[in-house]
C-alpha cells in the first residue's frame, strides 16, 4: 500500500469520480486516492490516514461546497498540516475570488469546471513531484 495519498473533495460524487479515475490511471498505484463529498468527512480521513502514518500530499478541493467551504477548509488545513499541497476547483468563482482564494488557502492553481485533464494533471505531478510548500 501506498504510503502517501491524494484527497479529492467536491459535493459532486460524479466529480469524485472522475477525479480518482483520471489521478489513478495517470499515476497508477503510487497514492492511495480519498474522496469525501465534504469538508468533515474530508477531516475525519486525514485524522484516519495521519494516525496510519500515511502523508497526504495533495487535496484537491471544490471552492463552494454545503457547510464548509472550501477556502475555509484549506485554510484550517494548512494551519495544521502546511505540507499539503492544494488545488482547488471551481465552477462559479470569478478571477477577484480566485486571486483572494490561492493568497489565503495558499492553493498552488485554482481549476474551472469543467478543466482540461492534461492541465490538472500536470499540476499534480508539479505539487507532488515538486518541492513542498515550505520551499517555494
Known amino acids: 500500500m501506498s504510503r502517501e495519498a491524494i484527497l479529492c473533495v467536491d459535493d459532486e460524487a460524479i466529480i469524485l469520480m472522475s477525479l480518482k479515475q483520471e489521478l489513478r490511471l495517470s499515476f497508477g498505484d503510487r497514492f492511495t486516492y480519498e474522496t469525501a463529498l465534504n469538508a468533515d468527512d474530508a477531516r475525519n480521513i486525514i485524522e484516519e490516514l495521519t494516525q496510519d502514518e500515511v502523508k497526504v500530499a495533495l487535496i ?23 505540507d499539503i499541497r492544494a488545488i482547488v476547483i471551481t465552477g462559479h468563482a470569478d478571477q477577484a475570488a480566485v486571486d483572494r482564494t ?5 492553493a ?16 499534480v505531478a508539479d505539487c507532488v513531484d515538486g518541492p513542498s510548500g515550505s520551499e517555494r
Open 60 to 82: 484537491i478541493s471544490d471552492l463552494l461546497m454545503p457547510g464548509t467551504k472550501g477556502d475555509e477548509f484549506l485554510v484550517e488545513v494548512k494551519r495544521q498540516h502546511p
Open 102 to 106: 490561492m493568497r489565503e488557502t495558499g
Open 108 to 123: 498552488d492553481r485554482v481549476f474551472h469546471k469543467p478543466w482540461r485533464t492534461e492541465d490538472l494533471l500536470k499540476a
